[in-house]
């Protein structure tokens, strides 16, 4: 089994490579409950609609996304780990700074089929 450090992943939205330093990927799936009198009793559930939730952070370098955006956003592992592409509204886009630390960007978002 492999393993992969994350300093070798990398964003990309709408085909901009942004500098983030952290990023997750959650993706889901409801549930359909097909339960009859031929499954003996027990709980039959098939996969129904999809979707997910995303969320990446890092220093900010004068490129920001707009809120409710949709684009392509590719999460690479990196070293060998493959990529994910999923497409992406933007939900929420937020700056931030302090007098001591970097300035930072973080941007949240769901799964979209459109």
């Not at 339960?35 to 920001?64: C, D, H, K, R």
């Amino acid at each position: 089994m492999a393993y992969y450090a994350g300093k070798n992943a990398s964003i990309t939205i709408g085909g901009v490579l942004y500098p983030m330093d952290t990023w997750s990927l959650d993706d889901t799936a409801e549930t359909v409950d097909v339960t009859n009198f031929t499954t003996n009793g027990e709980i039959a559930l098939i996969a129904g609609v999809t979707g997910g939730t995303m969320s990446t952070s890092g220093p900010y370098a004068g490129l920001t996304p707009t809120v409710g955006a949709t684009g392509l956003i590719i999460f690479d592992v990196g070293g060998g780990g493959g990529a994910a592409t999923r497409r992406i509204i933007l939900t929420s886009v937020k700056k931030n700074t302090a007098v001591k630390d970097k300035a930072t960007l973080e941007l949240s978002g769901s799964i979209t089929a459109v």
